[in-house]
């Protein structure tokens, strides 16, 4: 799924410069750094370092709107049916895979997003952080500090990838 979400945005953005596909394709959901990273490295050609930059920058640019307003959003939007159901699931979903956050706090929640796993990554952390009420000074610092090492990760992944 994620690989046609990452075609279908370079086939209708191709009009725009590669550097801010990247950026796009790193602030969206589900694709984040892990889809934006390698489609720089990999598809554009961009040195590693380049493609780091942009990918953290596009993944960071989220998190602010994110942590100000997920909750005052989801207070208001709770009223209707179809998103209590989503927000539900989303809530327990965030709740079952984010032990470290509930346990370690801001330290946890940079472990959480720094694991380039599925579901994990800086929305998922966003919604933990405002699950557990972390502080948007903390959050922000710890979620972007998990992202900046999940970019050394899958940095690493693809170098020592590429030299075999």
Known sequence: MKEKIKEYIIHNLDFLPPELIVIIVSAMPILELRGGLPLAYLHYDFSLVKSSILSVFGNILPIIPLLLLFQP?????????????????????????????????AIGLMLFTALPLPTTGAYSACVAASIFAIRFRYAFLSISAGVIVAALIVGLGMFSFSIF
């Open 73 to 105: 959003i989801s207070k208001w939007l709770l009223r209707y049916k179809w998103y209590k159901k989503m927000y539900d699931w989303l809530y327990h979903r965030t709740l079952k895979k984010s032990t470290s956050v509930e346990k370690y706090g």
